[in-house]
Nanobody, 114 residues
Framework: VQVVESGGGLVQAGGSLRLSCAAS????????MGWYRQAPGKQRELVAT???????NYRDSVKGRFTISRDNAKNTMYLQMNSLKREDTAIYYC?????????WGQGTQVTVSS
């Protein structure tokens, strides 16, 4: 299974970005999908997850600003990020659980300037 993120970039504080994550390859059934991020000098942290039936979970600092969604027919997941803050600057990674194995993408950089 290959996982590729896209949609990162440079945006001013208060702006928006939409990240996409596409899974391809030998896919039978994708269970959970999630977004994680890692800022310079910090550990990777969970941003949001979405289950196969659509249940979602967010870290407190992004609740009300970020929205995770998925298109099961396309094996694709999205992260709509609004009201971005400087502290959202990080490399964002997509993780896909397929038949109980985790697959990670290479990450996409999100930089929020003041």
């Amino acid at each position: 299974v290959q996982v590729v993120e896209s949609g990162g970039g440079l945006v001013q504080a208060g702006g928006s970005l939409r990240l996409s994550c596409a899974a391809s390859g030998s896919i039978f059934s994708i269970n959970a999908m999630g977004w994680y991020r890692q800022a310079p000098g910090k550990q990777r942290e969970l941003v949001a997850t979405i289950g196969s039936a659509g249940s979602t979970n967010y870290r407190d600092s992004v609740k009300g600003r970020f929205t995770i969604s998925r298109d099961n027919a396309k094996n694709t997941m999205y992260l709509q990020m609004n009201s971005l803050k400087r502290e959202d600057t990080a490399i964002y990674y997509c993780a896909v659980t397929e038949r109980f194995r985790d697959y990670w993408g290479q990450g996409t950089q999100v930089t929020v300037s003041s």
